[in-house]
C-alpha cells in the first residue's frame, strides 16, 4: 500500500492506503474525520463535498492518492481557529437549515464554494450552484436563506 501524505485543513497528514481508497473513506476512517458525510456513495447527493486547492469536489467520486499534493478542507476546517462557528456555518444554525443535520457539511462546503465565486449570489445563482446536493428533509428554503444571510443580503428583500 502506499504511504500518501495530504494537506487537510492547514496540517499534513499521512497514511498508507489502497491505490483504491476513495477520498471520503481516507477522511472518515483513517484520519476519524466524520465531518464529511457519506450518503450515496455515487456523487448524486453531495453529502461529501470538501475543497480541494481552492475548489469543491465530491470526496466520493476521488481516490484519496488523487489528491496527493493538494490542500483538502473539510467541514472541520470550516470553523474559525479558534473554534467559533464561520460566518457561514452561525447562518445555517440561526436560519435553522439544519433539520437533521445529515447533507448540512456538503451544504456548507458548496456554498462556501458558491460565496468565493460569487460574494452577492441570487436566490437562484444558489439554486444552480447547489443542484449537486440534495436534502432529503426538504429544508432548501431555509439553507438558501442562511446562504443570503452569510453573504450580508436580507433574505426577506426580493432580489
Known amino acids: 500500500m502506499?504511504?500518501?501524505?495530504?494537506?487537510?485543513n492547514g496540517q499534513e497528514r499521512a497514511a498508507?492506503?489502497?491505490?483504491?481508497?476513495?477520498?471520503?473513506?481516507?477522511?472518515?476512517e483513517d484520519l476519524e474525520m466524520t465531518g464529511t458525510h457519506v450518503g450515496c456513495d455515487t456523487s448524486q447527493c453531495g453529502a461529501?463535498?470538501?475543497?480541494?486547492?481552492?475548489k469543491a469536489v465530491k470526496a466520493c467520486a476521488i481516490f484519496a492518492v488523487e489528491a496527493v499534493g493538494q490542500e483538502v478542507q473539510t467541514i472541520e476546517g470550516e470553523a474559525d481557529a479558534d473554534g467559533n462557528l464561520s460566518a457561514l456555518q452561525?447562518?445555517?444554525?440561526?436560519?435553522?437549515?439544519l433539520q437533521c443535520g445529515f447533507c448540512t457539511p456538503g451544504m456548507?462546503?458548496?456554498?462556501?464554494?458558491?460565496?468565493?465565486?460569487?460574494?452577492?449570489?441570487?436566490?437562484?445563482?444558489?439554486?444552480?450552484?447547489?443542484?449537486?446536493n440534495?436534502?432529503?428533509?426538504?429544508?432548501?428554503?431555509?439553507?438558501?436563506?442562511?446562504?443570503?444571510?452569510?453573504?450580508?443580503?436580507?433574505?426577506?428583500?426580493p432580489a
Open 134 to 157: 440534495l436534502c432529503r428533509c426538504t429544508g432548501y428554503h431555509n439553507i438558501i436563506n442562511a446562504i443570503l444571510v452569510a453573504s450580508g443580503q436580507d433574505p426577506t428583500v
Open 90 to 97: 452561525q447562518a445555517f444554525k440561526d436560519q435553522h437549515a
Open 16 to 28: 498508507e492506503v489502497p491505490a483504491n481508497r476513495l477520498l471520503v473513506d481516507f477522511l472518515r
Open 108 to 132: 456548507v462546503m458548496s456554498a462556501a464554494d458558491l460565496l468565493a465565486q460569487n460574494p452577492k449570489p441570487t436566490e437562484h445563482d444558489i439554486r444552480t450552484h447547489l443542484e449537486g
Open 2 to 8: 502506499p504511504l500518501i501524505s495530504l494537506m487537510i
Open 48 to 54: 461529501c463535498v470538501v475543497h480541494m486547492d481552492g
